[in-house]
Protein backbone atom coordinates (compact mmCIF):
# COMPACT_ATOMS: atom_id res chain seq x y z
CA UNK A 1 0.00 0.00 0.00
CA UNK A 2 1.13 4.01 -0.89
CA UNK A 3 1.77 6.27 2.25
CA UNK A 4 1.78 9.68 1.29
CA UNK A 5 3.03 13.04 3.05
CA UNK A 6 3.12 16.71 1.86
CA UNK A 7 6.34 17.69 3.57
CA UNK A 8 5.47 21.58 2.54
CA UNK A 9 3.35 23.35 0.03
CA UNK A 10 2.93 27.33 -0.95
CA UNK A 11 4.29 29.22 -3.09
CA UNK A 12 7.54 29.46 -0.89
CA UNK A 13 8.29 25.78 -1.76
CA UNK A 14 6.78 22.91 -2.14
CA UNK A 15 7.62 18.81 -2.10
CA UNK A 16 5.51 15.47 -0.83
CA UNK A 17 6.61 12.15 -0.79
CA UNK A 18 5.40 8.80 -1.20
CA UNK A 19 6.13 5.32 -0.32
CA UNK A 20 5.46 1.40 -0.29
CA UNK A 21 7.71 -1.23 0.66
CA UNK A 22 11.76 -0.01 0.20
CA UNK A 23 10.82 2.72 -2.16
CA UNK A 24 10.69 5.90 -1.09
CA UNK A 25 9.91 8.96 -4.09
CA UNK A 26 9.81 12.58 -3.41
CA UNK A 27 7.88 14.67 -5.41
CA UNK A 28 9.34 18.36 -6.51
CA UNK A 29 11.94 19.91 -4.31
CA UNK A 30 11.10 23.56 -3.89
CA UNK A 31 12.04 23.60 0.10
CA UNK A 32 15.54 24.56 0.85
CA UNK A 33 17.92 20.77 1.32
CA UNK A 34 18.17 21.29 4.93
CA UNK A 35 14.32 21.97 5.00
CA UNK A 36 13.72 18.78 2.51
CA UNK A 37 16.23 16.60 4.86
CA UNK A 38 14.91 17.81 8.07
CA UNK A 39 11.24 16.79 7.16
CA UNK A 40 11.81 13.81 5.66
CA UNK A 41 13.34 12.55 9.06
CA UNK A 42 10.02 14.14 10.71
CA UNK A 43 7.92 11.56 8.74
CA UNK A 44 10.37 8.59 9.30
CA UNK A 45 12.27 8.76 5.95
CA UNK A 46 15.94 8.49 6.08
CA UNK A 47 16.75 11.09 2.54
CA UNK A 48 19.86 8.69 1.55
CA UNK A 49 17.14 5.90 1.04
CA UNK A 50 15.22 7.94 -1.40
CA UNK A 51 14.40 5.67 -4.64
CA UNK A 52 14.03 8.97 -7.18
CA UNK A 53 12.88 12.65 -7.33
CA UNK A 54 9.65 13.18 -9.99
CA UNK A 55 9.51 16.69 -10.69
CA UNK A 56 5.80 18.44 -11.81
CA UNK A 57 7.72 21.58 -13.54
CA UNK A 58 10.81 23.78 -13.42
CA UNK A 59 9.24 26.59 -11.36
CA UNK A 60 11.55 27.84 -8.53
CA UNK A 61 9.43 26.59 -5.57
CA UNK A 62 9.57 23.11 -7.14
CA UNK A 63 12.87 22.61 -7.86
CA UNK A 64 14.71 25.60 -5.69
CA UNK A 65 16.35 22.91 -3.18
CA UNK A 66 17.02 20.28 -5.75
CA UNK A 67 21.16 21.14 -6.12
CA UNK A 68 22.54 21.27 -2.72
CA UNK A 69 19.86 18.11 -1.94
CA UNK A 70 21.53 16.29 -4.78
CA UNK A 71 24.95 17.04 -3.29
CA UNK A 72 23.98 15.26 -0.07
CA UNK A 73 22.10 12.74 -2.11
CA UNK A 74 22.59 10.73 -4.75
CA UNK A 75 19.18 10.27 -6.55
CA UNK A 76 18.38 9.91 -10.22
CA UNK A 77 15.64 12.59 -10.96
CA UNK A 78 12.77 11.69 -13.75
CA UNK A 79 11.56 14.40 -15.48
CA UNK A 80 10.51 15.56 -18.77
CA UNK A 81 12.87 16.33 -21.30
CA UNK A 82 12.09 20.06 -21.63
CA UNK A 83 11.65 20.67 -18.01
CA UNK A 84 15.21 18.64 -17.71
CA UNK A 85 16.62 20.82 -20.10
CA UNK A 86 15.07 24.29 -18.03
CA UNK A 87 16.40 22.75 -15.03
CA UNK A 88 19.68 21.34 -15.27
CA UNK A 89 20.96 25.11 -16.28
CA UNK A 90 20.89 25.41 -12.52
CA UNK A 91 22.93 22.26 -11.33
CA UNK A 92 26.16 22.57 -10.93
CA UNK A 93 26.64 18.71 -10.16
CA UNK A 94 23.80 16.66 -12.64
CA UNK A 95 22.26 13.63 -11.52
CA UNK A 96 21.29 10.66 -13.43
CA UNK A 97 18.38 12.01 -15.28
CA UNK A 98 15.38 9.74 -16.65
CA UNK A 99 13.35 11.35 -19.26
CA UNK A 100 9.80 10.78 -19.78
CA UNK A 101 7.29 12.71 -22.09
CA UNK A 102 3.95 14.01 -20.96
CA UNK A 103 1.94 11.08 -20.86
CA UNK A 104 4.07 8.27 -20.35
CA UNK A 105 4.23 5.84 -17.59
CA UNK A 106 7.40 4.18 -15.96
CA UNK A 107 8.36 2.04 -12.52
CA UNK A 108 10.30 3.06 -9.79
CA UNK A 109 10.67 -0.15 -8.53
CA UNK A 110 6.94 -1.25 -7.41
CA UNK A 111 5.51 1.76 -7.45
CA UNK A 112 4.13 2.55 -11.25
CA UNK A 113 3.42 6.55 -12.55
CA UNK A 114 0.97 7.13 -14.84
CA UNK A 115 2.08 11.11 -16.23
CA UNK A 116 -0.47 13.19 -17.66
CA UNK A 117 -0.18 16.50 -19.48
CA UNK A 118 -1.44 19.96 -17.51
CA UNK A 119 -2.25 23.09 -18.25
CA UNK A 120 0.58 25.80 -16.67
CA UNK A 121 2.74 28.72 -17.50
CA UNK A 122 5.47 26.25 -17.88
CA UNK A 123 7.62 24.46 -20.15
CA UNK A 124 5.93 21.33 -19.68
CA UNK A 125 4.06 20.81 -16.77
CA UNK A 126 2.58 17.03 -15.11
CA UNK A 127 0.46 15.37 -13.10
CA UNK A 128 1.01 12.61 -11.85
CA UNK A 129 -0.88 8.88 -10.43
CA UNK A 130 1.18 6.57 -8.35
CA UNK A 131 -0.30 3.20 -7.89
CA UNK A 132 1.64 0.47 -5.64
CA UNK A 133 -0.57 -2.82 -4.72
CA UNK A 134 -4.45 -1.43 -5.72
CA UNK A 135 -3.88 1.90 -4.04
CA UNK A 136 -3.93 5.13 -6.24
CA UNK A 137 -2.75 8.38 -5.12
CA UNK A 138 -3.02 11.20 -7.68
CA UNK A 139 -0.66 14.25 -7.25
CA UNK A 140 -2.12 17.67 -9.12
CA UNK A 141 -0.22 20.63 -8.55
CA UNK A 142 0.30 23.94 -10.24
CA UNK A 143 -2.67 24.41 -12.98
CA UNK A 144 -4.77 26.94 -14.17
CA UNK A 145 -7.86 24.81 -15.35
CA UNK A 146 -9.12 21.18 -15.31
CA UNK A 147 -9.12 19.67 -18.47
CA UNK A 148 -11.06 16.45 -19.71
CA UNK A 149 -7.89 14.57 -19.53
CA UNK A 150 -7.02 15.49 -15.89
CA UNK A 151 -10.47 14.59 -14.84
CA UNK A 152 -9.79 10.82 -16.45
CA UNK A 153 -6.65 10.32 -15.60
CA UNK A 154 -7.82 11.10 -11.29
CA UNK A 155 -10.53 8.91 -11.84
CA UNK A 156 -10.27 6.13 -9.29
CA UNK A 157 -7.74 7.53 -6.87
CA UNK A 158 -7.77 6.84 -3.24
CA UNK A 159 -5.97 10.20 -2.22
CA UNK A 160 -5.34 13.29 -4.17
CA UNK A 161 -3.63 16.19 -3.75
CA UNK A 162 -4.49 18.84 -5.41
CA UNK A 163 -4.06 22.69 -5.55
CA UNK A 164 -6.61 24.93 -4.14
CA UNK A 165 -4.60 28.11 -4.66
CA UNK A 166 -6.80 31.64 -4.24
CA UNK A 167 -10.41 32.83 -2.98
CA UNK A 168 -12.24 34.38 -5.81
CA UNK A 169 -13.38 37.47 -3.52
CA UNK A 170 -9.70 37.62 -1.59
CA UNK A 171 -7.91 37.82 -4.84
CA UNK A 172 -9.88 40.59 -6.25
CA UNK A 173 -9.80 42.24 -2.80
CA UNK A 174 -5.51 42.35 -2.18
CA UNK A 175 -3.87 45.14 -2.48
CA UNK A 176 -0.51 43.78 -2.36
CA UNK A 177 -1.12 42.34 -6.18
CA UNK A 178 -1.01 44.67 -9.25
CA UNK A 179 -3.83 44.05 -11.49
CA UNK A 180 -1.68 42.19 -14.11
CA UNK A 181 -0.67 39.42 -11.43
CA UNK A 182 -4.08 38.59 -10.31
CA UNK A 183 -4.90 38.30 -14.21
CA UNK A 184 -1.87 35.92 -14.74
CA UNK A 185 -3.10 33.85 -10.95
CA UNK A 186 -6.56 33.61 -12.52
CA UNK A 187 -5.98 32.80 -15.82
CA UNK A 188 -6.52 29.27 -17.89
CA UNK A 189 -2.58 28.36 -17.42
CA UNK A 190 -2.18 30.11 -13.97
CA UNK A 191 -4.03 28.49 -10.45
CA UNK A 192 -6.94 26.91 -9.47
CA UNK A 193 -9.28 28.41 -7.34
CA UNK A 194 -11.01 26.91 -4.20
CA UNK A 195 -13.95 26.82 -6.62
CA UNK A 196 -12.43 25.48 -9.39
CA UNK A 197 -10.68 22.57 -6.74
CA UNK A 198 -14.13 21.85 -5.49
CA UNK A 199 -15.42 21.52 -8.99
CA UNK A 200 -12.56 18.96 -10.02
CA UNK A 201 -13.03 16.76 -6.62
CA UNK A 202 -16.59 16.56 -6.53
CA UNK A 203 -16.56 15.67 -10.49
CA UNK A 204 -13.77 12.80 -9.92
CA UNK A 205 -15.49 11.40 -6.35
CA UNK A 206 -16.07 7.40 -6.02
CA UNK A 207 -16.26 5.55 -3.29
CA UNK A 208 -12.83 4.94 -3.63
CA UNK A 209 -12.11 8.10 -2.83
CA UNK A 210 -11.19 8.68 1.22
CA UNK A 211 -8.97 11.42 0.99
CA UNK A 212 -8.24 15.40 -0.59
CA UNK A 213 -4.95 17.22 0.56
CA UNK A 214 -5.23 21.05 -0.69
CA UNK A 215 -2.36 22.49 -1.35
CA UNK A 216 -0.47 25.57 -2.52
CA UNK A 217 -2.58 27.84 -0.93
CA UNK A 218 -1.92 32.01 -0.81
CA UNK A 219 -0.87 33.01 2.47
CA UNK A 220 -2.47 36.58 1.25
CA UNK A 221 -5.67 35.38 -0.87
CA UNK A 222 -6.86 32.21 0.84
CA UNK A 223 -7.37 30.38 4.22
CA UNK A 224 -7.26 27.11 4.71
CA UNK A 225 -10.70 26.62 6.58
CA UNK A 226 -12.56 28.74 3.97
CA UNK A 227 -10.81 26.51 1.55
CA UNK A 228 -11.30 23.00 3.21
CA UNK A 229 -14.81 23.78 3.94
CA UNK A 230 -15.73 24.86 0.23
CA UNK A 231 -14.32 21.76 -1.45
CA UNK A 232 -16.39 19.91 1.55
CA UNK A 233 -19.41 21.40 1.30
CA UNK A 234 -19.73 20.14 -2.51
CA UNK A 235 -18.47 16.44 -1.87
CA UNK A 236 -21.02 16.65 0.84
CA UNK A 237 -24.05 17.38 -1.76
CA UNK A 238 -23.23 14.27 -3.48
CA UNK A 239 -23.45 12.12 -0.07
CA UNK A 240 -19.32 11.95 0.20
CA UNK A 241 -19.60 13.11 3.57
CA UNK A 242 -16.99 10.85 4.78
CA UNK A 243 -14.22 11.87 2.94
CA UNK A 244 -11.59 13.96 4.97
CA UNK A 245 -10.84 16.99 3.78
CA UNK A 246 -6.99 18.85 4.76
CA UNK A 247 -4.82 21.76 4.00
CA UNK A 248 -0.79 21.31 3.82
CA UNK A 249 1.07 23.85 4.88
CA UNK A 250 3.79 25.88 4.16
CA UNK A 251 6.17 25.44 7.36
CA UNK A 252 5.35 21.94 8.49
CA UNK A 253 4.57 18.74 7.05
CA UNK A 254 1.38 16.31 7.26
CA UNK A 255 2.27 13.16 8.77
CA UNK A 256 2.63 10.02 6.65
CA UNK A 257 -0.33 7.99 6.42
CA UNK A 258 -1.75 4.99 4.40
CA UNK A 259 -3.11 6.50 1.13
CA UNK A 260 -6.04 4.34 1.40
CA UNK A 261 -7.71 3.56 4.56
CA UNK A 262 -9.80 0.42 3.78
CA UNK A 263 -7.77 -1.39 1.60
CA UNK A 264 -6.56 -4.31 4.13
CA UNK A 265 -10.65 -4.77 4.59
CA UNK A 266 -11.32 -4.92 1.08
CA UNK A 267 -8.40 -7.42 0.58
CA UNK A 268 -9.77 -9.65 3.53
CA UNK A 269 -13.28 -9.03 2.17
CA UNK A 270 -12.18 -11.01 -1.73
CA UNK A 271 -10.17 -13.77 -0.28
CA UNK A 272 -13.36 -14.77 2.10
CA UNK A 273 -15.61 -14.57 -1.34
CA UNK A 274 -12.88 -16.81 -2.50
CA UNK A 275 -13.04 -19.82 0.01
CA UNK A 276 -16.27 -19.41 0.37
CA UNK A 277 -16.85 -19.89 -3.59
CA UNK A 278 -14.22 -22.85 -3.49
CA UNK A 279 -15.67 -23.98 -0.58
CA UNK A 280 -19.31 -23.89 -2.25
CA UNK A 281 -18.00 -25.50 -5.51
CA UNK A 282 -16.55 -28.13 -3.59
CA UNK A 283 -19.65 -29.16 -1.65
CA UNK A 284 -21.72 -29.18 -5.09
CA UNK A 285 -19.12 -31.57 -6.59
CA UNK A 286 -19.48 -33.75 -3.64
CA UNK A 287 -23.16 -33.76 -3.64
CA UNK A 288 -23.09 -35.52 -7.50
CA UNK A 289 -20.63 -37.38 -6.50
CA UNK A 290 -22.93 -38.75 -3.66
CA UNK A 291 -25.98 -38.60 -5.98
CA UNK A 292 -24.08 -40.98 -8.28
CA UNK A 293 -23.19 -43.43 -5.87
CA UNK A 294 -26.48 -43.93 -4.66
CA UNK A 295 -28.16 -44.78 -7.95
CA UNK A 296 -25.26 -46.96 -8.31
CA UNK A 297 -25.54 -48.90 -5.06
CA UNK A 298 -28.30 -51.10 -3.90
CA UNK A 299 -30.62 -49.73 -1.20
CA UNK A 300 -31.68 -51.40 2.08
CA UNK A 301 -35.20 -50.39 3.30
CA UNK A 302 -33.98 -49.88 6.55
CA UNK A 303 -31.92 -47.34 5.37
CA UNK A 304 -34.41 -45.42 3.22
CA UNK A 305 -36.49 -45.30 6.42
CA UNK A 306 -33.64 -43.89 8.41
CA UNK A 307 -32.52 -41.40 5.82
CA UNK A 308 -34.43 -38.57 6.51
CA UNK A 309 -33.42 -38.49 10.09
CA UNK A 310 -29.57 -38.76 8.60
CA UNK A 311 -30.15 -35.96 6.19
CA UNK A 312 -31.76 -33.54 9.03
CA UNK A 313 -28.81 -34.57 10.64
CA UNK A 314 -26.48 -33.63 8.21
CA UNK A 315 -28.18 -30.23 7.29
CA UNK A 316 -27.70 -29.15 11.40
CA UNK A 317 -24.10 -30.34 11.50
CA UNK A 318 -23.50 -28.29 8.70
CA UNK A 319 -25.34 -25.56 9.31
CA UNK A 320 -23.20 -25.60 12.85
CA UNK A 321 -19.91 -25.95 11.02
CA UNK A 322 -20.40 -22.84 8.95
CA UNK A 323 -21.54 -21.09 11.47
CA UNK A 324 -18.02 -21.84 13.18
CA UNK A 325 -16.24 -20.72 10.75
CA UNK A 326 -18.12 -17.67 10.15
CA UNK A 327 -17.41 -16.79 13.84
CA UNK A 328 -13.90 -17.89 13.89
CA UNK A 329 -12.85 -15.85 10.18
CA UNK A 330 -14.60 -12.52 11.87
CA UNK A 331 -12.45 -13.26 15.26
CA UNK A 332 -9.22 -13.76 13.13
CA UNK A 333 -10.23 -10.45 11.05
CA UNK A 334 -7.36 -7.46 12.49
CA UNK A 335 -9.28 -4.89 13.49
CA UNK A 336 -8.72 -2.10 11.58
CA UNK A 337 -7.73 1.34 13.88
CA UNK A 338 -8.33 4.88 12.55
CA UNK A 339 -4.96 4.93 10.44
CA UNK A 340 -5.41 8.93 10.50
CA UNK A 341 -6.04 9.77 13.71
CA UNK A 342 -6.10 13.80 14.06
CA UNK A 343 -4.86 14.24 10.79
CA UNK A 344 -7.60 15.44 9.68
CA UNK A 345 -11.54 16.17 10.24
CA UNK A 346 -14.30 14.62 8.20
CA UNK A 347 -15.76 16.86 5.35
CA UNK A 348 -18.87 16.06 7.46
Not at 2 to 22: D, E, I, P
Not at 55 to 69: A, I, S
Not at 80 to 102: I, N
Amino acid sequence: MLRFSVLGSGSAGNSAVACSGQTRILIDAGLSARQLCLRLETVGIDPNSLSAIVLTHEHGDHVRGLDVFLRKCQVPVYATSHTCQVVREGLRTQPEWRLFEAGDSFAVNDVQIETFSVPHDAVDPVGFVLECARTRVGVLSDIGHVTNLVRARLAGVHTLFVESNYDEVMLQNDVKRPWSTKQRISSRHGHLSNDQAAELVAAMASAELHRVVLGHLSRDCNAPKVAAETVSAGLRKLGFSEVDVICAGQNEPLPLRDAALLMAEAVVAETLETVDAAAADGAAAGGASARMREEEEPVDSSETKTKPQAKAKGKSDAASSRSEKASARHQSQPHQPDLFGAWSAQAG
